[in-house]
């Protein structure tokens, strides 16, 4: 993407989230607003899309440069290639730019070579690639629709076109063993991703995962069984050389997630489609999690704007403390101080005392130590007022 005339005139940035709630079968974990939809129903709210795409132009285009975007999903990748440039195309022209990084979700079963030449296309750089285990017998369990083989031949192809690539990797999953994770990281590694994501599987209510469990069809481990599969990753990834920069993030080569570090550094961002969230000069929404509402707000000329929130001082510096601290680099001081025109030595005198143990504390920075990033709640809970 070319950068435009007014490129210094713009002072702010801005990171692009799009949604695409589609998936080719839905996963028993899953409690995210998406569903398995016919072309027809895609390509309709593509156009959707592009119109929620022009009233943000007229909204934010004179105010900043984008320079992160990020297509999530659901499955992005599952879109026509037709539908993908369509969209890519309707951005391009609607925002100034300097874009660092576009990301793409894609499951292993929709990534082929003319889905990868559609990416590249559209601008994208690195692909975000849900693998979530190389054990064929959880994917099945999971209701996933790759096997290990396609999900090795897509990583593949994708570092073959040149992009960087992420895996997603799930702990703690019914039936999952230590030797499942090890196998994890060794084949990951050494197909050589550069960045790897590890979750912590959480049972939602009103999932196929939850039913299971409660019909003791599957059996859900326990809190130290999860964090034990949980720490060997971490531990397996610092040994290959990944840091980890956020608590569930591993980078290799500082290969990190540019994109999601606006959210963790709580900086402005804008979510288009259905149930997107937003984040812009400390207000926050989301649009309608359905496609009635959304449809709705749209066809009358409307940003799809829900449980609008204007955040006090207070609660801009709770957000800011909560999300900083998820961050290997943690809490900039002077930044903190000169965003709030404070002294957070000072007014968070008591919680540093009582958790110093857990906390990596100097002049510029305040950080939680690597081991005990897995109590973090515990810890932040002491720095919220």
């Excluded at 990171?15 to 072309?39: A, E, M, Q, T, W």
């Excluded at 440069?65 to 391009?92: E, M, R």
């Excluded at 929130?309 to 680099?329: C, F, G, P, Q, T």
Aim: glycine share 4%; proline share 2%.
């Amino acid at each position: 993407m070319q950068k435009e005339k007014t490129l210094s005139e713009n002072k702010n940035t801005l990171g692009l989230y799009i949604h695409i709630p589609f998936c080719k079968s839905r996963c028993i974990y899953c409690d995210f607003v998406s569903s398995v939809s016919d072309n027809a129903c895609m390509d309709k709210y593509c156009d959707y899309l592009k119109k929620q795409i022009a009233i943000a132009k007229d909204k934010y285009k004179d105010k900043y440069i984008v320079d992160t975007i990020y297509f999530g999903g659901g499955t992005p990748s599952i879109l026509s290639c037709d539908n993908l440039l369509k969209i890519a195309d309707s951005i391009k022209s609607s925002f100034v730019f300097d874009l660092k990084e576009f990301s793409i979700e894609a499951n292993p079963c929709t990534i082929d070579k003319t889905k990868l030449s559609t990416f590249r296309q559209m601008g994208v750089n690195r692909i975000s690639i849900g693998v979530q285990s190389f054990n064929d017998d959880i994917l099945r369990m999971l209701g996933r629709a790759h096997d290990s083989i396609t999900a090795i031949n897509a990583i593949k192809m994708a570092k073959e076109y040149g992009f960087e690539v992420s895996v997603d990797c799930m702990t703690g999953l019914p039936n999952q063993t230590k030797e499942d994770i090890e196998d994890f990281v060794e084949k990951a590694t050494n197909l050589n991703v550069d960045h790897i994501s590890v979750y912590m599987l959480s049972i939602e209510e009103g999932t196929k995962l939850e039913e299971l469990i409660n019909q003791g069809k599957l059996t859900a481990k326990s809190d130290d069984e999860i964090i034990e599969l949980y720490d060997t990753a971490c531990e397996l990834l610092k040994e290959k050389g990944f840091e980890r920069y956020e608590i569930s993030n591993f980078a290799k080569n500082s290969k990190v997630s540019f994109h999601n570090l606006r959210y963790w550094r709580r900086e402005d961002y804008l979510g288009l489609g259905i149930s997107a969230h937003s984040l812009i000069m400390n207000e926050r929404w989301h649009n309608p999690d359905n496609f009635e509402d959304y449809y709705k707000a749209l066809d009358k000329g409307l940003m799809p704007m829900e449980d609008i929130e204007n955040l006090d001082e207070e609660e801009i510096k709770e957000e800011y403390i909560m999300l900083a601290l998820r961050l290997k680099e943690g809490i900039d001081i002077e930044k903190y101080n000169k965003k709030f025109n404070s002294d957070f030595k000072s007014e968070y005198r008591l919680a540093l005392i009582k958790d110093a143990k857990y906390l990596n504390i100097n002049d510029k920075k305040v950080s939680i130590k690597d081991e005990y990033l897995e109590t973090m709640n515990s810890i932040i809970v002491d720095f919220l007022k």
